[in-house]
């Protein structure tokens, strides 16, 4: 099973910043393979970014995925106040398809 | 627009069988191009995904359940339903229902999208 570490768990940031979360794999992912989803209190997680690098539909493009093998990036460009959220990857180029345990967005 | 929602007891005894229903609305859940999934969130071990069906009953489910785990669909109702029998406190999670992509360039399974609103299950005495 393909786990999922990402990093930092927690980030303070201001609106209008920048954020950089990343994902690491414990294998390489194959055909970079991954995914990533926001999740706001209370709400199921919403897919942002699928093969990672493309946007789900409506998702906008402040929001940028990069990456591949083991290393993956959620850039969001300039944080705007429903960005704050906890952010998740998923992988999926081998089952069983795993999670990350999340990052958290705060406001600092 | 497509819409899921989970239903079902939000309490079940340790030993008990857990069972839980989406329901699919805003598309068929015989396209072809998706397989239907379930996922579950836990504080302990964050999010988890059990399994996933296709509308002609092929399933795939997470080892690390697959002994306790049964996932059927009903493509009539278009509903597909979960069981996980055995439940024990550390099954006490968010049940979430969620559309699984089937990709196109290699027939494998991939992202989850859209997801239920999600059902608390707790599992107690």
């Known amino acids: 099973e393909i786990v999922l570490t990402q990093s930092p768990g927690t980030l303070s940031l201001s609106p209008g910043e920048r954020a950089t979360l990343s994902c690491r794999a414990s294998?390489?992912?194959?055909?970079?393979?991954l995914a990533w989803y926001q999740q706001t209190p209370g709400q199921a997680p919403r897919l942002l970014i699928y093969?990672?690098?493309s946007r789900a539909t409506g998702i906008p493009d402040r929001f940028s995925g990069s990456g591949s093998g083991t290393d993956f990036t959620l850039t969001i460009s300039r944080l705007e106040p429903e960005d704050f959220a906890v952010y998740y990857c998923?992988?999926?180029?081998?089952?069983?398809?795993?999670f990350g345990q999340g990052t958290k967005v705060e406001i600092k | 627009q497509l819409q899921l929602q989970e239903s079902g007891p939000g309490l079940v005894k340790p030993s008990e069988t857990l069972s839980l229903t989406c329901t699919v609305s805003?598309?068929?859940?015989?396209?072809?191009?998706?397989?239907w999934g379930w996922i579950r969130q836990s504080p302990g071990k964050g999010l988890e995904w059990i399994g996933s069906?296709?509308?002609?009953?092929?399933?795939y489910y997470n080892p690390s359940l697959k002994s306790r785990v049964s996932i059927s669909i009903d493509t009539s109702k278009n509903q597909f339903s979960l069981k996980l029998i055995s439940v024990t406190a550390a099954d006490t999670a968010v049940y979430y229902c969620?559309?699984?992509?089937?990709?196109?360039?290699?027939?494998?399974?991939?992202?989850?999208?859209?997801w239920g609103q999600g059902t608390l299950v707790t599992v107690s005495s």
């Open positions: 969620g559309r699984h992509r089937r990709l196109a360039a290699d027939g494998k399974l991939g992202w989850f999208d859209p």
């Open positions: 093969g990672a690098s």
């Open positions: 998923q992988q999926y180029g081998s089952s069983p398809w795993t």
């Open positions: 069906i296709y509308y002609s009953r092929n399933t």
């Open positions: 805003g598309d068929s859940i015989s396209s072809g191009s998706y397989y």
């Open positions: 294998q390489s992912v194959s055909s970079s393979y």
